[in-house]
């Protein structure tokens, strides 16, 4: 074994047994969406006194996290995002009312004398001065505060069973001495007297306004810095208010702008569901290319193991949090993973057979260094949308974005190393050597044969497939005027929330009973069986708790299963991210290409994917499916995937041109296409199968996603071959480009027979050595 083999040999073996060390020792972290619980983003507000910066964030954080750890969450997470937000995550917890109120809460406590009764027309009072309601709604004048939430050392709720008093809070402050002054003050005035009563206020509300016990004399005051705040408190009430007052408050105001809530039944549905689709897409893909590559297909699929291994490990590494859309992803890179094996076989096909190798080994040695260049260029747009997706996507869709980069690194590491590995090993073997046929590559294949056969000159007029594409953008771009785009409620803000039911309900009986209870405007869709989304404007939870009700009402009982609420101004901030995010797709994919390629390549790619990102919108508005954070995963994969194919042909254009830079472009450009289809047509079949199963077994939940990357798929594949290149071609005929300059630039002399064909392109007229007749005629 050479030294080059005997060193990846080393390195694939090394990145295998690091993976099962990982994967077996540090578990991969589910999201909420799998694992069920509650997520919750909060965002801070600026007062008149203090801006809402990363550091009141900060201290922010701190005292939330006091309050979270109170609550009893096992796992809870608590990280700050950007300068003014905080997510929080809590596991387990299926009802958000209690921890939103309790997070929500400024919780600014202060203790105040009682100057005497008040009135609630006292407006022009003295600084610091104020008028509140007590506990049984009399107003009284308050002086100004004489002990902070600053000064509160702890607080405890407790159970008297002697006196009687039932559940209160003990209270400790730091500042004893106040505290004695404060009521050894109020001690001096008789007994029933207002004056006589100390006011404990809690966000602008008096929660407690106990009088000085008659005990305690005049000046001394209550010693030891302790007081009990009593008011029938039941078990609940008492425990949150110690929370709060123990929690202290919070340095500016926060507003719940995003909540997420799963049923743990739907995420272990999920998990299950893209576990089967995993399995039966794999399988099926695998089934393929065995009977396409024959052993080749063999050492390709154990690469797929080794590739779900280290994606596996990956993510476990890095620590990555894995959402249902980064699962779907997970399960999607399988089928894209198979590209780049099918990138190098076709190619040690071509080596063998048309370019008249000696053997297997050195058509598999060709065929990983020709199909290398290609394999690189895609995988690159491909982590320039991953890239997108984490930057400026928000919730699951960001662990998508995840997922998808470290699948796109390990098919690399999975189809160049361990596959040539693999291969390498395999085509050394005598027995294999005398055998040629059983490896996959001494035969060029069907549709290559066919295609070799026939000979189509697509190229020949490629503004009629311009107008093909533009008919089609045409009839899906209608959509979006005629039907409009049905945004999610990710992109507009509001609260969409799934539930399932005892009984079958019909969506416009259970339209009617929310329509009593109070919300006319709820939309509501059957999402599954025995299974309702109800779609509205912002609610409140207790609101929520409304819709519930209406529709355990219709439906002999109702289970939440799912939960979101997205505030307005985060809607507009998702919306205008998701356009920045499609136009820095395309903006980076023209670059790049135009760095590896020539302008008008770049040109023609990123105009067939805006063509592609048209008709899958639009076929979206005609179906009436939404749009939303999980469908901008879908668009921009389908950006990354489209690109693939653009930059296989325009390689192999590339390459092409390299030999006989004297050749029209469009010559150049239907050779190219020519010799890449069976590629395109393998890996198509391979995501078909991946994309089918996600589809059919993936759950209601990852039909959406995947019927859109299905249509992607679909479209990108025709866009990059038969959008993209024509174009490149009509444009380097207009500007007079290096391609056919002084030979007629628009494809003269295409035609069967022709002058124009180069050596390259008659060699492949040559039968190959296992004896397949491919002669054009």
Not at 172 to 198: I, M, N, Y
Request: glycine share 12%; net charge neutral.
């Amino acid at each position: 074994m050479k030294r080059p083999a005997r060193v990846r040999a080393l390195f694939a073996l090394a990145v295998i047994a690091v993976s099962v060390f990982i994967a077996v020792t540090v578990p991969v972290r589910l999201g909420l969406d799998l694992r069920g619980g509650t997520q919750i983003v909060l965002e801070t507000r600026s007062t008149e006194t203090l801006d809402a910066d990363a550091e009141a964030t900060d201290r922010t954080l701190e005292v939330l996290r006091g309050r979270i750890d109170a609550l009893g969450v096992a796992e809870p997470g608590i990280v700050r995002s950007g300068d003014n937000r905080i997510i929080v995550e809590l596991p387990g917890l299926q009802d958000p009312r209690q921890a939103a109120e309790v997070l929500g809460r400024t919780a600014q406590l202060s203790v105040h004398p009682v100057l005497g009764p008040g009135t609630q027309s006292d407006k022009e009072l003295p600084e610091g001065e104020r008028v509140l309601a007590d506990e049984e709604g009399e107003a009284l004048r308050l002086g100004k505060a004489s002990l902070t939430g600053q000064d509160v050392k702890g607080a405890e709720a407790l159970f008297d069973q002697q006196g009687g008093a039932g559940w209160h809070v003990t209270v400790d402050f730091r500042d004893s001495k106040g505290w004695a002054g404060l009521t050894g003050e109020a001690a001096c005035h008789p007994a029933g007297d207002p004056q006589r009563r100390v006011a404990i206020v809690l966000d602008d509300k008096i929660i407690s306004s106990p009088q000085v016990d008659p005990s305690v004399a005049c000046g001394a005051g209550i010693t030891g810095g302790s007081t009990q705040i009593t008011g029938s408190f039941t078990n609940e009430e008492a425990k949150e208010l110690a929370l709060l007052v123990h929690g202290g408050a919070l340095p500016v105001p926060v507003e719940t702008v995003e909540q997420r809530t799963v049923g743990p039944t739907l995420g272990a549905e999920a998990i299950e569901a893209s576990a089967w689709a995993a399995v039966v897409g794999t399988a099926l893909t695998a089934v393929f290319i065995i009977v396409v590559y024959r052993l080749m297909g063999v050492l390709a699929t154990l690469a797929l193991l080794c590739y779900g291994l280290i994606s596996y490990a990956g993510l476990a590494a890095l620590g990555a949090t894995l959402t249902l859309p980064g699962l779907a992803g997970f399960v999607l890179a399988i089928g894209m993973a198979v590209d780049a094996n099918v990138l190098v076989f076709e190619r040690a096909r071509e080596e063998y057979g048309a370019r008249n190798r000696p053997s297997s080994r050195s058509a598999l040695t060709a065929g990983f260094k020709g199909a290398f260049s290609a394999i690189a260029d895609s995988n690159v747009t491909t982590l320039i949308a991953a890239a997108l997706l984490f930057v400026l996507a928000s919730g699951p869709v960001k662990g998508f974005g995840v997922t998808l980069g470290i699948g796109v690194i390990a098919s690399m590491i999975s189809a160049l190393v361990i596959t040539r590995v693999l291969a390498e090993f395999a085509v050394a073997r005598r027995w294999v050597h005398r055998r040629p046929r059983t490896t996959g590559l001494a035969s060029i294949g069907r549709v290559r044969t066919y295609l070799t056969r026939r000979d189509p000159q697509l190229m020949r007029r490629p503004r009629r497939w311009l107008a093909v594409s533009a008919v089609v953008l045409v009839v899906a771009g209608a959509g979006i005027v005629v039907r409009g785009l049905n945004f999610g409620v990710e992109f507009t803000g509001g609260r969409l929330i799934e539930y399932s039911t005892s009984d079958a309900v019909d969506p416009d009986r259970a339209r009617e009973a929310l329509a009593d209870a109070g919300f006319p405007q709820a939309v509501v869709q059957s999402s599954g069986e025995n299974r309702l989304t109800v779609r509205t404007e912002e609610l409140t939870n207790a609101q929520a708790v409304e819709v519930a009700d209406a529709v355990a009402g219709v439906g002999g009982g109702a289970e939440k299963v799912r939960d979101e609420l997205i505030g307005p101004s985060l809607g507009d901030e998702l919306r205008r991210n998701a356009l920045i995010a499609l136009g820095l797709a395309l903006g980076a994919q023209l670059l790049y290409l135009a760095f590896r390629f020539r302008w008008m390549f770049g040109a023609g790619a990123v105009s067939a994917l805006a063509h592609d990102v048209v008709i899958l919108t639009g076929i979206f508005a005609w179906l009436g499916k939404p749009v939303d954070g999980v469908f901008l995963a879908a668009l921009l994969t389908v950006i990354g995937y489209s690109v693939n194919d653009s930059v296989v042909v325009f390689d192999r254009i590339r390459e092409l041109w390299r030999k006989d830079g004297k050749a029209p472009l469009a010559q150049v450009t239907n050779r190219a296409i020519l010799q890449t289809v069976p590629r395109t047509v393998n890996t198509g079949i391979g995501v078909i199968f991946i994309l089918a199963a996600l589809a059919v077994l993936g759950g209601d939940s990852l039909t959406d996603f995947a019927l859109a990357l299905l249509i992607g798929m679909l479209v990108g594949t025709y866009s990059s071959v038969l959008t993209a290149s024509p174009l490149a071609v009509e444009l380097d005929a207009r500007t007079g480009g290096g391609g056919g300059r002084g030979r007629g630039g628009r494809g003269r002399g295409l035609g069967r027979g022709s002058a124009g064909r180069t050596k390259t392109a008659a060699a492949e007229d040559r039968p190959d050595r296992a004896g397949a007749a491919t002669r054009a005629r």
